[in-house]
């Protein structure tokens, strides 16, 4: 007998539409980070094929705060905050 992972009161359609919904959220996450930090960092002339230091160290630095303001973000959201003014 296989065990039951979803939540009670969901049945196992309810469970794969909110998978599906979270993973296009993740897509959607991951294509803004790539395209706004891209936006910012990436010289636009293409001057090397490879990205430079200068590149490469921003574009950690805008990966590493979007994740961290996201966080920020979902744990005020599930916490029932509002975010300060």
Do not use: H
């Not at 891209?38 to 994740?67: A, H, P, Q």
């Amino acid at each position: 007998m296989a065990a039951n992972n979803t939540p009670a009161g969901i049945d196992k359609e309810q469970a794969f539409g909110m998978a599906e919904t979270e993973m296009e959220y993740r897509v959607e996450l991951f294509n803004r980070l790539a395209q706004t930090c891209f936006n910012k960092c990436v010289d636009k002339r293409y001057k090397e094929s490879e990205l430079n230091m200068g590149e490469n160290t921003c574009i950690d630095r805008c990966v590493s705060k979007y994740w961290q303001v996201n966080g920020m973000i979902g744990q005020m959201l599930s916490a029932g905050g509002r975010p300060p003014m």
